[in-house]
């Protein structure tokens, strides 16, 4: 069963957007939810999280400016906007859940989505 359904990848040149959407469940749908990346013959990196409310958002240094992560509550959906998009975004982008605050570390995190890719061409 897919709890966590990520959409939204593509490919696009640099200097465009993408906006990948999360769409939830009511248990996956945790008080915070992040995205994190993870490229080819890399380790997978945090990208950005955000709290229940939206007070509290984090970004990794390397996207900061030029991502945004918002929610809605009630679609049960986690969005991020990514702006100026460059090359070295390139990887696959994966929604967690199941963290009780907007951590930085994907072992915060219990639920995964499968993944959507978002390749950047320069």
């Known amino acids: 069963q897919v709890q966590l359904v990520e959409s939204g990848g593509g490919l696009v040149q640099a200097g465009g957007s993408l906006r990948l959407s999360c769409a939830a469940t009511?248990?996956?749908?945790?008080?915070?939810m992040g995205w994190f990346r993870q490229a080819p013959g890399k380790e997978r990196e945090f990208v950005a999280s955000?709290?229940?409310?939206?007070?509290?958002?984090n970004y990794a240094n390397s996207v900061k400016g030029r991502f945004t992560i918002s929610r809605d509550n009630a679609r049960k959906t986690v969005y991020l906007q990514m702006n100026r998009l460059k090359p070295e975004d390139t990887a696959v982008y994966y929604c967690?859940?199941?963290?009780?605050?907007?951590?930085?570390?994907?072992?915060?995190?219990?639920?995964w989505g499968q993944g959507t890719q978002v390749t950047v061409s320069s």
């Open positions: 967690a859940g199941g963290s009780r605050g907007p951590d930085v570390r994907s072992t915060a995190y219990t639920y």
């Open positions: 009511e248990r996956t749908f945790s008080p915070a």
């Open positions: 955000i709290s229940w409310g939206a007070i509290t958002t």
